[in-house]
């Protein structure tokens, strides 16, 4: 047999997990327990505790089959004298923390903090302190933020940014950014890609406009604690989906291959605008798709449609970084 590098490891379990919440303790309607309480039932095992600018790790909540991740998200706002809000453009970063024991009262101070400057070179500056603190930053929502390349090509620093964000898709269609994590790619920016829910829960389950269950992140890890979540979310261990599943993803040989729940395409989306694809014939699905790399792709990610129109999303990978021998035998 070939030998084999997997993309997604092959020892682990798959948690299921919702990267981006909200609660009461900012704008939330459910409580942290409540949150915890629905997302079980829906067979989450994650959930990423992100209240505006509140840090609170919600350490008390881990039980066996659920662990609760402790982080913020912080809004740094454009101020335009006479431009109202909602024409402004804002940072909205996500900040994970790896250690919620070191220097809580330290990291709730900072994340509370009222003093930002819509400017790039303050946010790079305060990612940084944030990471010295001990959290990985994500950049959420780009469209809905209004912002464009010329501002988050620029960011520094970023773990991961949301690719899918279910909030925004039903708030104004805003919650799919996968050209902006090309554009990212494509300036070197080697960052991984969440999808989460960012709900707020105004609507009731079962309602159309219900903000949860719609964007998940499911990450392979050793076991579901802290630590091992936490190393496989920074070793970037983990895909994004709205609802297909990415089963098992690896490199044999030079053949990039790829097992998927039922799916109707699957694509290899790279640096250059040429894409691998597979595509069922109409009525059908696929489930795997096998294609060989030529190592010129710069990175490859792998991006996969459901019959509804939903996508599953695995990171970027760059095969530079690879132990691949591409020259011709
Ligand atoms: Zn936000
Ligand atoms: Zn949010």
Redesign the pocket.
Known sequence: MKERIYLLPEEGNFYKGNM?CHTTISDGKLSPEQIKEEYRKKGYQIVAYTD?KKYIPHQELTSEDFLPLAGV?V?INEIRPGKERIRTR?F?I?FYDTNPEEMPEEKARYCAADYWNYDLSYVNAYIRKMKKLGFLASY??PY??MQNYDEYTQLDGLFAMEIY?H??ELEGLYGYNPQAYDEMLRCQKNIFCLASD?NHNEYPFGHPLCDSFGGFTMIKSRELTYPAVMKALEQGDFYSSMGPEIHSLYIEGKDLVVETSPVQKIYVKMEGKNCYKKVAPSGETLTEARFTLTGKEGYIRVACRSEKGLFANSNAYFLENMPIEFTTE
């Open positions: 981006h505006h998200e809004d804002m909205h996500n959420n929502h809905w933020s964000n909030g925004c960012d």
